[in-house]
């Protein structure tokens, strides 16, 4: 059973760590009168850099939309949204799209790797769209296949891959442009139980490194790797400092 009881309010965390993410009072509403659905309901909370977090909830619950605005990808009703100390909550889409490919490392459940290219040029994909000259493209997109260990297969395409080579690409391609956090969504979904171990054995590694990690998963097991839990429920935070050992097995 988990503990839904407002525990260690990330307030309370007193270190020297810039904030990677901050949400104040976040609204996210649908519809209107009768219709009304609130997503997300006076939102607050805060992630510093080098944390490693999990975001959880049922169905339904507003991890989803929690997630697509800490990756910039939706706008929030009312409150406030700061990206590595920066207000981002009324930005234009021009400019949020220049900060996702600059700031964020996305990793999905499904890789979205473009078929008819190589590992290599997937990777090269970001840095592009960044104005990243060709030869440093390349060479930046090599040292970061060779970071998760692919290496190896430089130029193979996506269907010459296992599930967990392709999600090791797709996290290669999260990280190529140095990005201030990585925001995971259910990348573990498509995985068997070994490949899963070695996918966030390697986002371990990645986090010990330094890097921000934010994961979306409705997978307890996939959570206890994690350092913190943030629990939602209805829309609300029900625990901001939920510990992997308050998880049950």
């Known amino acids: 059973m988990i503990t839904t009881n407002a525990i260690a309010s990330t307030s309370q965390i007193s270190d020297s760590r810039r904030e990677i993410?901050?949400?104040?009072?976040?609204?996210?509403?649908?519809?209107?009168?009768?219709?009304?659905?609130?997503?997300?309901?006076?939102v607050s909370f805060v992630i510093k850099e080098g944390e490693y977090c999990a975001i959880?909830?049922?169905?339904?619950?507003?991890?989803?939309t929690c997630m697509n605005i800490i990756g910039c990808l939706d706008s929030t009703t009312s409150g406030?949204?700061?990206?590595?100390?920066?207000?981002?909550?009324?930005?234009?889409e021009?400019?949020?799209?220049?900060?996702?490919?600059?700031?964020?490392?996305?990793?999905?459940?499904?890789?979205h790797l473009l078929p008819q290219l190589s590992a290599m040029e997937n990777v090269m994909l970001p840095m592009a769209?960044?104005?990243?000259?060709?030869?440093?493209?390349?060479?930046?997109?090599?040292?970061?296949?060779?970071?998760?260990?692919?290496?190896?297969?430089?130029?193979?395409?996506?269907?010459?891959?296992?599930?967990?080579?392709q999600q090791r690409v797709a996290i290669a391609r999260?990280?190529?442009?140095?990005?201030?956090?990585?925001?995971?969504?259910?990348?573990?979904?498509?995985?068997?139980?070994?490949?899963?171990?070695?996918v966030m054995e390697l986002f371990g590694e990645l986090n010990t490194s330094g890097i921000t990690v934010i994961m979306v998963t409705h997978e307890a097991d996939?959570?206890?790797?994690?350092h913190r839990i943030i629990l939602f429920r209805d829309g609300h935070i029900m625990n901001d400092c939920l510990s992997p050992s308050e998880l049950n097995r």
């Open 94 to 111: 021009s400019d949020l799209a220049h900060v996702r490919n600059l700031k964020i490392g996305f990793i999905f459940q499904q890789y």
């Open 174 to 198: 999260a990280i190529v442009n140095n990005p201030v956090m990585l925001l995971a969504d259910e990348p573990t979904g498509a995985l068997d139980s070994h490949t899963t171990e070695e």
């Open 56 to 64: 959880m909830g049922a169905s339904g619950s507003g991890k989803s």
């Open 80 to 92: 406030q949204y700061f990206l590595d100390e920066q207000d981002v909550s009324g930005m234009e």
């Open 129 to 165: 769209y960044a104005n990243v000259k060709p030869k440093e493209q390349k060479d930046r997109a090599a040292a970061a296949l060779e970071r998760v260990a692919m290496g190896h297969r430089l130029n193979n395409r996506p269907n010459q891959m296992s599930g967990g080579q």
């Open 21 to 42: 993410v901050r949400l104040e009072n976040v609204c996210k509403y649908y519809g209107q009168g009768d219709t009304l659905v609130k997503a997300l309901d006076d």
């Open 222 to 226: 996939v959570a206890r790797n994690t």
